[in-house]
């Protein structure tokens, strides 16, 4: 079982940088591929990016890339979204999802979610 806590979320203007964090609780956090996803509303909830258990292997959705960066502390058991040069798209309740050992796409994908943390980019 892994309990995940978001945390970072907030209001900020375009171009502005935000760094949200996710704590685990639980055992061999290490063995869990790690995933961002965020939900604006209206809308399904998307992929946002991936990182693997090591951390070592990472991707991004292509309305991301270059400007998100996800990484992980397993020795704090956290994993982080760096988000720069935000835009008003960006918009969303951003979630962080645990899925044993295999990075993945999808939302069906991941077993365990936390309750989300708002970013609001105001233009």
């Known amino acids: 079982q892994v309990q995940l806590v978001e945390s970072g979320g907030g209001l900020v203007q375009a171009g502005d940088s935000l760094r949200l964090s996710c704590a685990a609780s639980g055992r061999r956090f290490s063995s869990y591929a790690m995933g961002w996803f965020r939900q604006a509303p209206g809308k399904e909830r998307a992929f946002v990016a991936t990182?693997?258990?090591?951390?070592?292997?990472?991707s991004y959705a292509d309305s991301v890339k270059g400007r998100f960066t996800i990484s992980r502390d397993n020795a704090k058991n956290t994993v982080y979204l760096q988000m720069n040069s935000l835009k008003p798209e960006d918009t969303a309740v951003y979630y962080c999802?645990?899925?044993?050992?295999?990075?993945?796409?999808?939302?069906?994908?991941?077993?365990?979610w936390g309750q989300g943390t708002q970013v609001t980019v105001s233009s």
């Open positions: 999802a645990a899925r044993w050992l295999a990075t993945g796409y999808n939302v069906h994908e991941y077993s365990y």
């Open positions: 990182i693997s258990g090591s951390g070592g292997s990472t």
